[in-house]
């Protein structure tokens, strides 16, 4: 039986989107909900993250902005609308270094400061470098798995083109033709298409441009690749561990059947401690485990009273 799992998104599947900090270009990405949230901000050469809860986004807000009182959840709202994207308005971002005692790398802290209900509300996002695999599973992997789908979906487009010129084809060699010629198109040719798309002007704007990875009709890919591959990597976690319950299984079920062959029934025969033993012990309930063997009732081989 394949294992039932509830699907729930982390910040692996989540889409890059681009944060713009004193003219600089940033990738940004964050999940959030009522109880906190986390994020990761990139340059595309090091990463850094945080993940905070209710109880310490309340402290930190506490401590930035003493003044403010409103409650927990609405403040990780105001908070996660600007990270997400949802708001850009009367918002402004700057980093900060942070100094560090250990070996966990340059911490940096991004200070956002918006308003909350016509007042100042300041934030700081304390965030600690990640390493290199923390690149490849967030940036890299993600990247070439992008790349791969688009180039699935290049090939599809590819054929599905080569289907349209055959119709047409059949069109015209029944006498149909167009009643307007600026509409006619030549053959789909995938190695000439390929070229042009090489010298074209937009190819050359695309290189000096904000990374391709934030624009939308991308970024909706890379989302649903990266919820796919989640919920794949998901399954074979939990696939994985229920292969290495087999087994503790196979072992409770020979101690189980152990512990009931040795025990004695009871005086009336009709009852054993067997029964009484917990549901989890009782051989009848583990699977593939077969019920201890009744002991076959013997007479004595001389009656009691012809003895006396």
Known sequence: MNPVMKWKANLQSAAWRPLIVAGDTYLLKSVADDTGYHLAVSDLVSIWFEQIDANDFHARSKEINPKVEAPVTRLIRHVSSFI????????????????TDDDSGPAVTLHLKTKLASLPYK?????????????????????????????????????????????????????TR????????????????DN?????????????????LCAKPISAVYKSVMQQHQ??????????????????????????QELASSLIPGPTGSSSYT?????????STVSGAEPPAKRPFRSPPISPRKAG
């Open 84 to 99: 997400k994207g949802e708001q850009s308005d009367d918002c402004d971002y700057r980093f900060s270094k942070v100094a």
């Open 123 to 175: 934030w700081e996002f304390r965030l600690q470098q990640g390493n290199v695999a923390d690149v490849s599973t967030h940036l890299l992997c993600p990247l070439l798995l992008t790349a791969g789908e688009l180039q699935r979906r290049t090939e599809e487009l590819h054929q599905l083109l080569k289907k349209k010129d055959k119709e047409l084809a059949e069109y015209k060699s029944t006498g």
């Open 178 to 193: 167009l009643t307007r010629r600026h509409l006619e198109t030549s053959s789909f040719d995938a190695g000439v298409f």
């Open 196 to 212: 042009e798309m090489l010298v074209s002007k937009n190819f050359s704007s695309l290189l000096t441009s904000s990374p391709a």
């Open 231 to 256: 919920m794949h990597q998901q399954q074979s976690d939990l696939a994985a561990d229920m292969d290495e319950l087999d087994p503790l299984d196979e072992v409770m079920a020979s101690y189980s």
């Open 275 to 283: 029964y009484h033993l917990p549901a989890s012990l009782v051989p």
